[in-house]
């Protein structure tokens, strides 16, 4: 097994990883309140592209991850892991940008101007339904899912390695399903960005 690359102080950890859970979800859930007016000389839904492929990466490394885990590559495993954590960071940050910049697109709305009609709803028919559950619960997990790495990273890091392997038997799943159902919004809502 690895050595401890951090000092362990639970209560600490446990404040920082809480604190910034928070600051995350609450600015997040504050973004849909928000749309910048920029003129940019560049197509703003690069950052919904750019997000789709790191989610695709990361899923991509969670999978390299096990498997290196699996076969007592820990230290193979661990930076697997960290890359994968620096993604996420990337991806936020694309991700706030490109709510900001391009605000909230409707399924469905073929013509871009913001309503679904009932003729658009019918063009997609059952599509619109599919596209909800995979939204709605990506979204739930996305949301729930980042305390959970981050003390799952925790317990690696300080090498508490039993506490860490039982908090990632869940955050493992959770994290695979948000970071495959992201790409899978992108492929599905992209059409209707306006």
Known sequence: MLQASITKNDKKARMLIIIFSIVVFTAIALLGQFKLQLQLPFDVHIFAKLNALVNSLIAVLLVAALIAVKNKHYNTHKVIMLFALALSI???????AHHLLAGEAKFGDANHDGIVSDAEKAAVGSVRYVYYVILSTHILLAAVILP?????????????FPQ?????????PLWFYVAVTGPIVYLMISPYYS
């Open 164 to 172: 860490h392997k039982k908090l990632a038997r869940y955050t493992w």
């Open 148 to 160: 959970f790495i981050l003390f799952t990273a925790y317990r690696a890091l300080i090498a508490e």
């Open 90 to 96: 990337i991806f936020l940050v694309s991700y706030i």
